[in-house]
């Protein structure tokens, strides 16, 4: 009867203990959550506020070429909140440079000039109806793309969005962001 006892007192002193660790998990995940936090990248050459609605998808995604080398790299964070995305990429050296200036030199005009502070930037606004298999999307999508030149190549702001207020909240993103 001893024995019986005794594990029932231990199996409900385990049950407590994970209780406690579960609430004091989610108590430090909500307070990650809730405060906004500064973010420095270097290598975008950029520096923002995140929001904190914000969640990291990947960081440092790389794509490469045969030779080995880093063609982009690339960061992307869901916006939970809005169903939105957003993507910071990183056309390192020459190749991005061209990049710019292929965006700049755009036959169809496309590419609108815009100033994000004190640095020139490029921007192109599309609505998505389709999606990559030509099926129609319930809800259309607007993607802008921003471009802008950076020491360290060509740095592109990707925001996809579902909302009809996308343009304005994303403008109003950009207005924030520091260049290096």
């Avoid at 070429?65 to 957003?86: C, G, K, V």
């Avoid at 050296?93 to 036959?107: M, V």
């Avoid at 793309?145 to 403008?171: C, D, M, P, Q, R």
Wanted: net charge positive.
């Amino acid at each position: 009867m001893k024995k019986t006892s005794f594990i029932i007192v231990l199996i409900a002193f385990l049950v407590s203990c994970q209780s406690q660790i579960k609430e004091r998990a989610q108590k430090e995940n909500s307070a990650q959550n809730t405060t906004e936090k500064v973010v420095y990248t270097e290598k975008y050459g950029l520096k923002f506020i995140k929001p904190k609605t914000w969640k990291l998808v990947n960081e440092d995604v790389k794509s490469i070429n045969l030779q080995s080398e880093i063609m982009s790299l690339e960061t992307n964070y869901a916006d939970l909140q809005n169903n939105s995305y957003i993507s910071f990429k990183l056309h390192p050296g020459q190749r991005g440079k061209e990049l710019y200036k292929s965006f700049k030199n755009d036959l169809n005009n496309e590419f609108k000039p815009i100033h994000i502070g004190t640095k020139k930037a490029l921007q192109k606004i599309v609505y998505l109806k389709t999606d990559g298999k030509g099926h129609d999307l319930k809800t259309p999508i607007t993607r802008i793309i921003t471009s802008v030149l950076i020491l360290e190549g060509e740095t592109e702001i990707i925001f996809n969005a579902k909302s009809e207020n996308a343009v304005e909240s994303f403008n109003n993103f950009l207005s924030l962001i520091i260049f290096k």
